[in-house]
T-cell receptor
Framework: NAGVMQNPRHLVRRRGQEARLRCSPM?????VYWYRQLPEEGLKFMVY??????IDESGMPKERFSAEFPKEGPSILRIQQVVRGDSAAYFC????WGTGDQETQYFGPGTRLLVL | AQTVTQSQPEMSVQEAETVTLSCTYDTSENNYYLFWYKQPPSRQMILVIRQEAYKQQNATENRFSVNFQKAAKSFSLKISDSQLGDTAMYFCAFMKPSRAPNTGNQFYFGTGTSLTVIP
């Protein structure tokens, strides 16, 4: 059973460009969480999605950031018109539901975004 | 709001020795979960151990064990027989289970403790 997959692992963008980060949850997991980790800090919650639904986006900036988890394919975190302050590591985590392990989140390797 | 505090930014331990990483949290919740995650230089976040707040027994996973003191809101991680591969950043995390349909399980992370195992 493959773990949570994220790509790309590293992404470099110039200010004003768009960044697309992809996350494929573990097989059998239908819940996806996105987190941002700034240097020297812990992870901060951004958004929680289930298939075709955004459940909780309370941690996501109101502008330029969006997320989706379509019926088919990976979850996408999209950052439009990136700025230098968006430089961070973005982690995706998935969890199952309806099992005894639904409280645990399994993390992907992260995408390091660098905005020049 | 929940907060998680890791007061030791950096620690080191000799190989084969035991080390304890501290974590405290603040919450008014009674039902919650606590986790320790490890982030090695590869930056992958790896689950080390988890504890349900309703369980009095401390969780253990091989060389890793916790000292969960619910009244004191303390959740320390003990690593026995430290190995070089234990060198990593360790994050303590508090999880409040979802109650409302429009919220997920909410995780709150500490700022981490950087552990170095010295050969």
């Amino acid at each position: 059973n493959a773990g949570v997959m994220q790509n790309p692992r590293h992404l470099v963008r110039r200010r004003g460009q768009e960044a697309r980060l992809r996350c494929s949850p573990m097989k059998g997991h239908s819940h996806v969480y996105w987190y941002r980790q700034l240097p020297e800090e812990g992870l901060k919650f951004m958004v929680y999605l289930q298939k075709e639904n955004i459940i909780d986006e309370s941690g996501m900036p109101k502008e330029r950031f969006s997320a989706e988890f379509p019926k088919e394919g990976p979850s996408i975190l999209r950052i439009q018109q990136v700025v230098r302050g968006d430089s961070a590591a973005y982690f995706c985590a998935s969890s199952p539901w309806g099992t005894g392990d639904q409280e645990t989140q399994y993390f992907g390797p992260g995408t390091r975004l660098l905005v020049l | 709001a929940q907060t998680v505090t890791q007061s030791q930014p950096e620690m080191s331990v000799q190989e084969a020795e035991t080390v304890t990483l501290s974590c405290t949290y603040d919450t008014s919740e009674n039902n919650y979960y606590l986790f320790w995650y490890k982030q090695p230089p590869s930056r992958q976040m790896i689950l080390v151990i988890r504890q349900e707040a309703y369980k009095q027994q401390n969780a253990t996973e091989n060389r890793f064990s916790v000292n969960f003191q619910k009244a004191a809101k303390s959740f320390s991680l003990k690593i026995s027989d430290s190995q070089l591969g234990d060198t990593a950043m360790y994050f303590c995390a508090f999880m409040k289970p979802s109650r409302a349909p429009n919220t997920g399980n909410q995780f709150y992370f500490g700022t981490g403790t950087s552990l170095t195992v010295i050969p």
